[in-house]
């Protein structure tokens, strides 16, 4: 089983600010099957990004996603009040798995 | 607009069995992989299993926690997918995600979600 890792945990930082968030696998994953999403309290999760950089119907350009192989970085260019939430990454490679998420606070 | 809506949550004892449905709308159900994902309080995500489409083999998977406990089906001619879960344990206790996989490998929708406890 891949297992993924996010860093940081915890992320303090201030609306307008930029915000990268980092996902790492045990073992290299195929781009096209690196998701990230967004959730907030009481509230199912909602895709961002897949396919490691395919921002999904609806999401805002300021949310952009790279990376290959074992490491994949979420960045938020410019913090908006709404984009305080928790973080999670996911692949599929036969089967799925989530990372543990990171939480974007503010400061 | 599409919508999946969980029913069938609640408290369960421990050993017994769970029964979720999820009715789907908005798209084409039957030409979809559909599947369930779960939260314990206060935790992460964890993916739980999938159903493919008839077209696409009508297959099951299901990840480790519960691989020989759980079954999950699919009524194309109701829109709705089912979980069935069984030998329940505490640990088993969360929110029950309905998921739309599209394209494959991520979760394009998820239903609101159902809680299930288990506890004796």
């Known amino acids: 089983e891949i297992v993924l890792t996010q860093s940081p945990g915890t992320l303090s930082l201030s609306p307008g600010e930029r915000a990268t968030l980092s996902c790492r696998a045990s073992?290299?994953?195929?781009?096209?099957?690196l998701a990230w999403y967004q959730q907030k309290p009481g509230q199912a999760p909602r895709r961002l990004i897949y396919?490691?950089?395919s921002r999904a119907t609806g999401i805002p350009d300021r949310f952009s996603g790279s990376g290959s192989g074992t490491d994949f970085t979420l960045t938020i260019s410019r913090l908006e009040p709404e984009d305080f939430a928790v973080y999670y990454c996911?692949?599929?490679?036969?089967?799925?798995?989530f990372g543990p998420g990171t939480r974007v606070d503010i400061k | 607009e599409v919508q999946l809506v969980e029913s069938g949550g609640g408290l369960v004892k421990p050993g017994g069995s769970l029964r979720l449905s999820c009715a789907a709308s908005?798209?084409?159900?039957?030409?979809?992989?559909m599947g369930w994902v779960r939260q314990a309080p206060g935790k992460g995500l964890e993916w739980v299993g999938r159903?493919?489409?008839?077209?696409?083999?009508?297959?099951?998977d299901s990840a480790a926690p519960v691989k020989g406990r759980l079954t999950i089906s699919r009524d194309d001619s109701k829109n709705t997918l089912f979980l069935q879960l069984d030998s329940l344990k505490t640990d088993d206790t969360g929110v029950y995600f309905c998921?739309?996989?599209?394209?494959?490998?991520?979760?394009?929708?998820w239903g609101q979600g159902a809680m299930v406890t288990v506890s004796s």
């Open positions: 998921t739309w996989e599209r394209p494959v490998g991520s979760f394009d929708f």
């Open positions: 908005g798209f084409t159900f039957s030409d979809a992989f």
């Open positions: 159903i493919k489409s008839k077209n696409g083999g009508g297959t099951t």
């Open positions: 073992q290299s994953v195929s781009s096209s099957y």
């Open positions: 396919g490691a950089s």
């Open positions: 996911q692949q599929f490679g036969g089967s799925f798995t």
